[in-house]
């Protein structure tokens, strides 16, 4: 990428925000509840089907219906085999998912997202015919210093020092908030017009793969609404730091980049009539 924005100003407005906003989120997870999650594994089953192979089928499906460039097909389909959105968890929980599940599902996720993410990228080098990799390693770092780390701490935090936890979760949250809005600004002003250039058909391609990640996530979630609303953002969310790191260790060009901001552009925007509707549709049930 190359635009007004030094690229050191962008890493550490992303890693500040981050660790800020899963910071907040431990902060509200009590660890005992966590357990309750491990007496219906057939739910957490469904949930990271929905995550780490429905959604990654589903935008191969749409790309190819979309006859899309190749390189811009290449990065809608790296997002979606980049699983575990940071920012997921907190939208989970902020909609109402339950309050064991929606970690338990995002911690699992991550963990696995190591394992499933080289796993995906040798698969589709057979697809494309291309070079591309990704260590474990790189992965494995990249969601422990992101998610991991910062979410252990804020839990830690909230077992050992309660009143501390108390205080600290409503402030951190706001400047969550902040400091969101900023990264979200910097990042448009600094790639506004790689993203406008990945195509004009990338953009409704990348809405159907959203919509539809959201239907199946809504739908494997169930019975409860806590759940579905768990494993449905879970599923439209991706990690675009996952995306990006792929993306950057093999020299892609930035056509790719841009169409992994606008899917993150979209199904950020997407989640938030998703929210709205569940929100009613509680209330009336």
Do not use: K
Not at 5 to 24: D, K, Q, R
């Amino acid at each position: 990428m190359s635009g007004p924005v030094p690229e050191w100003v962008l890493n550490l407005a992303a890693v500040g925000t981050v660790f800020t906003v899963m910071f907040s989120v431990g902060l509200n997870i009590v660890v005992s509840e966590l357990r309750l999650v491990w007496q219906r594994p057939g739910l957490m089953l469904r949930g990271l089907f929905s995550v780490l192979v429905a959604v990654p089928a589903l935008a191969l499906v749409v790309t190819r219906f979309f006859d899309l460039p190749r390189f811009a097909e290449i990065g809608i389909v790296l997002m979606a085999i980049s699983p575990g959105a940071p920012i997921a968890l907190r939208r989970s929980l902020g909609a109402g998912a339950h309050r064991a599940f929606a970690p338990s599902l995002q911690i699992c996720i991550a963990l696995l997202a190591v394992v499933s993410v080289p796993l995906s990228i040798a698969a589709l080098n057979h697809m494309y015919a291309g070079r591309a990799s990704i260590g474990p390693w790189n992965v494995a770092r990249q969601v422990f210093v992101a998610q991991l780390l910062p979410l252990a701490l804020g839990m830690t935090v909230r077992q050992l020092r309660l009143p501390l936890a108390d205080w600290l979760a409503p402030r951190l949250a706001r400047a969550g908030n902040v400091l969101l809005v900023v990264l979200l600004a910097l990042v448009m002003l600094d790639v506004w017009q790689i993203t406008m250039n990945a195509g004009v058909r990338v953009w409704p391609a990348i809405l159907l793969v959203t919509v539809a990640a959201l239907a199946v996530g809504h739908l494997l979630g169930g019975p409860e609404p806590a759940t579905r609303t768990a494993v449905a953002i879970s599923s439209a969310l991706r990690n675009p730091g996952l995306a990006l790191l792929v993306a950057t260790l093999n020299a892609a060009p930035p056509i790719v980049t841009g169409t992994v901001l606008a899917y993150v552009l979209v199904s950020a925007l997407l989640i938030v009539p998703y929210i709205a509707w569940h929100r009613r549709a509680t209330v009336v049930s």
